[in-house]
């Protein structure tokens, strides 16, 4: 962890990370294939203990109960990321245009936490983490590490990164907020600039 000017902790994501590969069941997901142009970001609202990224990527392991449609591509958390839904399809994650054009990143935290609790030990690796996935897809998929708001998002300016909130404020395809009003999300963003270039490794 680094210190920024102003003494608040800073997210500076610059180490190599492996992505645990669980697949979702075939049923969770659409597999028409795309080029993705947008990062979602997500907050679990689920637990932040380390290893909570494959406890949620094996909810999706098995076919979900009829009508439930749930899914995400990544899940992160403070030790490791896993892999569920492959990039070029299309995962369940933020109503039908965030859903077409959106890789879907589920970072383990909630919507409520404060902004001191995103910078406690536990979600600042989380964060840290979360930011060298983010950058990986950037670089795949060439995505430019730009924050894209509601008001982009409605004039069409898809390229970029953006959160739940913003995509459900743009196409009211959805009534989530999260990852919440206090998730660092100008530190998370210079934090992916910062990784890029770094690979991401997949596991065998």
């Known amino acids: 962890m680094s210190i920024d000017a102003e003494g608040a902790p ?75 839904v492959p990039d070029e399809h299309i995962a369940w994650h933020a109503g039908h245009h965030g859903n077409v054009i959106g890789l879907g990143v589920e970072i383990c935290g909630s919507a409520k936490q404060s902004r001191d609790q995103w910078y406690d030990a536990v979600s600042l690796a989380t ?9 990986g897809l950037c670089i795949r998929w060439h995505i430019p590490a730009i924050l894209r708001d509601a008001d982009a998002l409605r004039r069409g300016v898809t390229q970029g990164i953006a959160t739940h909130a913003a995509t459900a ?36």
């Open 10 to 84: 800073r997210i500076v994501a610059s180490e190599v990370l492996s992505i645990a590969m669980i697949p979702a069941h075939p049923t969770n997901y659409d597999r028409t294939t795309r080029s993705p142009s947008l990062i979602v970001i997500h907050a679990t609202d689920g637990c932040e203990s380390t290893h909570a990224d494959i406890d949620g990527a094996f909810e999706l392991t098995h076919e979900l109960p009829h009508g439930k449609k749930k899914s995400w591509h990544y899940i992160v958390d403070a030790d490791s990321a896993a892999q569920c």
């Open 127 to 135: 964060l840290n983490n979360a930011a060298r996935v983010v950058a």
């Open 169 to 204: 404020e743009a196409w009211h395809e959805s009534d989530h907020t999260d990852p919440g009003p206090n998730f660092p999300l100008a530190e998370f963003v210079h934090a992916v600039r910062v990784a890029i270039g770094v690979s991401i490794v997949p596991k065998p």
